[in-house]
């Protein structure tokens, strides 16, 4: 079955960041399955991970997956649940296997996957080329991006894939997939990036910004998978999927790679990652609602919720004291509305996430906050994200 994450029909968001309005999103690994169901170095930075970039344009599919294809890597994550039967008082342990995919990026060994993929795994093995299965090191994961890194000892000469520069990618470039949808190993798609700069939600409930959408299919299995341009470099790991039925629509996502090399550089020079938090809820503020609430300004974040504890909560931001329904649409009423961040104009939550994303903890961001009383700035010093969007 596919893990399937909740969408809001608000855009509400614990900044640094959480939001996903799309319906339907769902992880993308491989069902989990009863085992016994026999169908189922030094700290090295994100640029030395890649072999030199080609100068290669316009390759075929074929020549992309002859390129590529023995570097994709086919993992099974064997996890233990607790269970009871209803016959038996004495809890059990059920034994399932998760199946997905992931990619080398150097030749040390060290393989990119998601995080939900091995989340919860006692012991995962990994096949390249083609090979024999072999167990594998989780180095570490990071769920906020639901990226994981993992290691091997044998990779049998299999080249590493290069890593490309996802923020160069335009709407309309060709892109291919390569992976392990329904176990079937080394499956190539092609098709197109069809949108970016979108946001999807993490394991952990907090927002994953600038990614990127394609038409390429994309099924259970490609969980890790690396999504691959024209001139066969990475541009992103392939991630969920927007689909009512659990099937490929022609809408899937995939994590930029810029944002896995940060996480590869802090796991391997830190053994963890660190992420800025702000703390608070909230909703896009239209111009209809604006008029409604007789607000002094048209657009901006209509701040929510505010964390009890929290970065914001420390620095004075307001949150909501009560909502009202306009247009059949509910908003939150009361509390202060974000119009600029660092002084740079703000139109939804979503851009109040992303700003939050580019700081690091400890950085400093102002705000700027209206209320009907007046406009003033807020500094407020980022916080540590925590474990997971609920706390």
């Known amino acids: 079955m596919l893990k399937t994450i909740l969408s809001t029909n608000v855009g509400s968001a614990l900044a640094g960041g959480l939001v996903v309005l799309l319906g339907g999103i769902a992880l993308i690994e491989t069902g989990v399955v009863d085992a016994s169901d026999d169908s189922s170095a030094p700290a090295a930075s994100p640029a030395s991970l890649a072999r030199p970039v080609s100068d290669s344009k316009g390759l075929t599919v074929n020549e992309i997956y002859e390129r590529d294809a023995e570097g994709v890597a086919f993992i099974r994550a064997e996890t233990v649940q607790q269970g009871q039967s209803p016959l038996d008082l004495l809890p059990q342990e059920q034994q399932s296997i998760a199946t997905g995919s992931g990619f080398l990026i150097d030749d040390e060994g060290h393989i990119l996957t998601n995080s939900h993929v091995v989340e919860g795994a006692r012991k995962v093995?990994?096949?390249?080329?083609?090979?024999?299965?072999?167990?594998?090191?989780?180095?570490?994961?990071?769920?906020?991006?639901?990226?994981?890194?993992?290691?091997?000892?044998?990779?049998?000469?299999?080249?590493?894939?290069?890593?490309?520069?996802?923020?160069?990618?335009?709407?309309?470039?060709?892109?291919?997939?390569?992976?392990n949808p329904f176990a079937l190993d080394r499956t190539v798609t092609s098709g197109i990036v069809s949108a970016l700069q979108r946001q999807i939600q993490a394991p952990n409930g907090f927002s994953i910004s600038n990614v990127i959408q394609t038409d390429a299919a994309i099924n259970p299995?490609?969980?890790?998978?690396?999504?691959?341009?024209?001139?066969?470099?990475?541009?992103?790991?392939?991630?969920?999927?927007?689909?009512?039925s659990g099937g490929n629509v022609g809408v899937g996502f995939a994590v930029p790679i810029e944002t896995a090399q940060d996480v590869v550089e802090q796991l391997?020079?830190?053994?963890?990652?660190?992420?800025?938090?702000?703390?608070?809820?909230?909703?896009?503020?239209?111009?209809?609602?604006?008029?409604?609430?007789?607000?002094?300004?048209?657009?901006?974040v209509l701040v929510e919720r505010v964390?009890?504890?929290?970065?914001?909560?420390?620095?004075?931001?307001?949150?909501?004291?009560?909502?009202?329904?306009?247009?059949?649409?509910?908003?939150?009423?009361?509390?202060?509305?974000?119009?600029?961040?660092?002084?740079?104009?703000?139109?939804?939550?979503?851009?109040?996430?992303?700003?939050?994303?580019?700081?690091?903890?400890?950085?400093?961001?102002?705000?700027?906050?209206?209320?009907?009383?007046?406009?003033?700035?807020?500094t407020v010093k980022l916080g540590d994200r925590p474990a997971n969007a609920q706390q």
């Open 125 to 179: 093995e990994v096949e390249l080329g083609g090979g024999d299965s072999q167990e594998a090191e989780v180095i570490g994961t990071d769920p906020s991006t639901d990226i994981a890194l993992l290691k091997v000892e044998d990779t049998k000469g299999i080249e590493p894939l290069e890593l490309g520069d996802s923020s160069k990618v335009e709407v309309g470039d060709p892109v291919v997939a390569i992976g």
């Open 221 to 244: 299995g490609n969980s890790g998978g690396p999504l691959i341009d024209g001139s066969g470099r990475v541009i992103g790991i392939n991630s969920q999927i927007e689909s009512q």
């Open 268 to 300: 391997l020079s830190d053994g963890e990652v660190r992420r800025a938090y702000l703390g608070i809820t909230g909703g896009e503020l239209t111009p209809e609602a604006a008029r409604a609430l007789e607000l002094p300004v048209d657009q901006g």
């Open 307 to 378: 964390l009890s504890g929290g970065p914001a909560d420390e620095a004075g931001i307001q949150g909501a004291t009560g909502e009202t329904t306009i247009g059949g649409q509910t908003y939150p009423t009361g509390g202060d509305v974000i119009t600029r961040v660092d002084g740079e104009e703000v139109t939804g939550m979503e851009e109040v996430i992303s700003a939050v994303n580019e700081k690091k903890p400890g950085d400093e961001i102002t705000l700027t906050v209206v209320t009907a009383d007046g406009q003033r700035d807020v």
